[in-house]
Antibody, heavy 119, light 108 residues
Framework: QVQLVESGGGVVQPGRSLRLSCAAS????????MHWVRQAPGKGLEWLTT????????FYADSVKGRFTISRDDSKDTLYLQMDSLRAEDTAVYFC????????????WGQGTLVTVSS | SDELTQPPSVSVSPGQTARITCSGD??????ASWYQQKPGQAPVLVIY???ERPSGIPERFSGSNSGTTVTLIISGVQAEDEADYYC???????????FGGGTKLTVL
């Protein structure tokens, strides 16, 4: 069965960096585009970034462009999100998610990891 | 505009039909998918391509599209359907994805 397990969340000071990981299993990771989505406390879902299956194309929401970097290591079946210059408004649960092969949609989600940006 | 607009809340009595709308200019040319999220849990896909239902999702969940508005329809609402619901669509090139603001469904 498809499993996505995020890790790396925690409390970090404003202006510092943090790297999230998402370990994938139960499917052929290298053939899928992957996404990061976040949800601030009590708020809705916000799409952040996607990386295509070959890693050659990456796209970002304006809110994180230039500060966050998505990457993947297909040898480890792992997705990453490097978050730099963190701000208080980046406080959220961060989900990794898989894009369907057949349709343009997200079909599986991880359980999320909480990032708190606070001094 | 790439925005998707949903009503903040919808309330229905058990056994009634709930309709949750998602409006956006690009929906006339792009499909939308719908996700159910219960407190403390990850979202779950309930409808895709406007009205298709993934395996394991109850038949009471359906969807429709009328131009720039897509609608999630839950027939015979049950208490367990109480959750937040989000629509999602992309720009067609896979470079920009947008969620609706979410709708809290309350079962009275």
């Amino acid at each position: 069965q498809v499993q996505l397990v995020e890790s790396g969340g925690g409390v970090v000071q404003p202006g510092r960096s943090l790297r999230l990981s998402c370990a994938a299993s139960g499917f052929t990771f290298r053939t899928y585009a992957m996404h990061w989505v976040r949800q601030a406390p009590g708020k809705g879902l916000e799409w952040l970034t996607t990386i295509w299956f070959n890693g050659n194309n990456k796209f970002y929401a304006d809110s994180v462009k230039g500060r966050f970097t998505i990457s993947r290591d297909d040898s480890k079946d792992t997705l990453y999100l490097q978050m730099d210059s963190l701000r208080a408004e980046d406080t959220a649960v961060y989900f990794c998610a898989r894009e369907s092969l057949e349709e343009e949609l997200i079909d599986y989600w991880g359980q999320g990891t909480l990032v708190t940006v606070s001094s | 505009s790439d925005e998707l607009t949903q009503p903040p809340s919808v309330s229905v009595s058990p056994g009634q039909t709930a309709r949750i709308t998602c409006s956006g200019d690009k929906l006339s040319t792009r499909y939308a998918s719908w996700y159910q999220q219960k407190p403390g849990q990850a979202p779950v896909l309930v409808i895709y391509k406007d009205g298709e239902r993934p395996s394991g999702i109850p038949e009471r969940f359906s969807g429709s599209n009328s131009g720039t508005t897509v609608t999630l329809i839950i027939s015979g609402v049950q208490a367990e359907d109480e959750a937040d619901y989000y629509c999602l669509s992309s720009d067609g090139s896979g470079s920009l994805w947008v969620f609706g603001g979410g709708t809290k469904l309350t079962v009275l």
